[in-house]
């Protein structure tokens, strides 16, 4: 027998494409530079000991929502951050990506990884959430971990890339290391994610960062079965996942077929053409280009309404930027941008209200 639970939350009830009172709000990347006291942390901690000390991630985990009326916000941690429980050694460098020191580049790599335990994959994010799911602002955690792609991205370049050449010759040429690298990686996303819902996350989001690298017949062939088995197992937590790429207008077909309840898009695709893609059979979040808010409000206005006239108030809207807010924004923009969404939406939807009772009349 199904349950059916009923959902007052704005952020969850649009992630089940349900109609709400207005469009819900959050940003990646939120928590982050662009904030004075962000920066004011970070003069005292370096971005990996924050990660590490779950009373500091907690505290920068809200400092967006404390700021801003977010409906989510995303709990504050590394996308590489498994990779201590794995074996792996890296570190978070000011300004760069996250650089690993131990290269994966064949099958006795791999097999030198180790697959955690759930409670031994970054306890101190674990330990984060629940100060956040306590705050009495309505806003929601979500927790997040990368999808194998990307980690195995990190893992066999190093480094970020921006052709992931060494990631594909390793991918093409040792197909057995390969999926015995996404085997692993898979296991340790799916325990990381499950143990993120039991610490109290409302909703997660599986960030596939890079793999807009890829060709549409390299992730069918190499990417479906992994990413399929990561949604199917994290299926009974009974929350919703958004799925999320970048530079992924190719991909989007195959990506609603391996999983999530939301695909997070990016700026280079429009919205209501990428939604058309999706069949509208799956929640939207995105997407406007971070880039814009460093320029007049006035164009983030014209862009905002922009997205929120092609989504056609169609339920199952999350306004998001299409990735990170850049260091460089003015946090009085976000207030402004928040608000903007907010009560344009309010007001479509009372108009639509009005006009649906006016046509059964």
Same mark, same amino acid.
């Given at each position: 027998m199904v349950v059916k639970v009923r959902v007052k939350n704005r952020f969850l009830r649009t992630c089940k494409r349900q109609q709400?009172?207005?469009?819900? #709000?959050?940003?990646?990347? /939120?928590?982050?530079?662009?904030?004075?006291?962000?920066r004011e942390l970070r003069e005292k901690c370096g971005s990996?000991?924050?990660?590490?000390?779950?009373?500091?991630?907690?505290? #920068?985990?809200?400092?967006?929502?404390?700021? $801003?009326?977010?409906?989510? =916000?995303? #709990?504050?941690?590394?996308?590489?951050?498994? $990779?201590?429980?794995?074996?792996?050694?890296?570190e978070l460098r000011e300004g760069v990506e996250p650089v690993t020191e131990d290269t994966v580049h064949s099958l006795g790599d791999v097999e030198g990884l180790r697959?955690?335990?759930?409670?031994?994959?970054?306890? /101190?994010?674990?330990?984060?959430?629940?100060? #956040?799911? !306590?705050?009495?602002? !309505?806003?929601?955690?979500? !927790? $997040?971990a990368s999808a194998p792609f990307t980690l195995a991205s990190y893992l066999v370049e190093g480094k970020g890339a921006r052709d992931f050449t060494a990631t594909k010759q390793f991918m093409f040429s040792e197909p057995k290391a390969w999926h015995a690298l996404m085997e692993k990686l898979t296991t340790a996303v799916i325990r990381f994610l499950k143990a993120q819902v039991e610490a109290e996350a409302n909703a997660l989001q599986v960030f596939d960062s890079w793999v807009g690298c890829l060709s549409p017949e390299d992730y069918?062939?190499?990417?479906?079965?992994?990413?399929?088995?990561?949604?199917?197992? =994290?299926?009974?937590?009974?929350?919703p996942h958004i799925h999320l790429g970048t530079s992924m207008a190719t991909l989007l077909t195959v990506m609603k077929e391996v999983g999530g309840e939301v695909i997070g898009l990016d700026w280079r695709i429009p919205l209501d053409v990428a939604w058309q893609t999706l069949n509208f059979e799956v929640a939207a979040q995105g997407n406007l280009d971070p880039a814009t808010l460093l320029g007049?409000?006035?164009?983030?206005?014209?862009?905002?309404?922009?997205?929120?006239?092609?989504? !056609? +108030?169609?339920?199952?809207?999350?306004?998001?930027?299409?990735?990170g807010i850049l260091p460089q924004t003015?946090?009085?923009?976000?207030? +402004?941008l928040v608000d903007l969404v907010h009560s344009v939406s309010e007001i479509d939807k009372i108009k639509l209200a009005q006009a649906n009772e006016v046509a059964h009349r």
């Open positions: 709400t009172d207005c469009t819900p #709000v959050w940003f990646m990347r /939120q928590a982050g530079q662009y904030l004075p006291e962000y990996l000991e924050l990660c590490k000390n779950s009373e500091l991630a907690a505290e #920068v985990t809200l400092m967006p929502p404390r700021r $801003f009326p977010l409906n989510a =916000t995303i #709990v504050f941690a590394d996308l590489t951050i498994p $990779f201590e429980a794995m074996g792996a050694k890296f697959v955690p335990e759930a409670e031994e994959i970054a306890p /101190q994010t674990l330990q984060a959430i629940k100060p #956040v799911k !306590g705050e009495r602002n !309505g806003t929601l955690p979500i !927790g $997040f069918r062939e190499f990417f479906p079965p992994h990413m399929k088995r990561l949604f199917d197992e =994290t299926e009974n937590l009974r929350i007049p409000f006035e164009l983030v206005r014209q862009r905002t309404l922009d997205i929120l006239e092609r989504a !056609g +108030r169609r339920p199952g809207q999350i306004f998001n930027l299409g990735h003015d946090p009085d923009t976000i207030a +402004r």
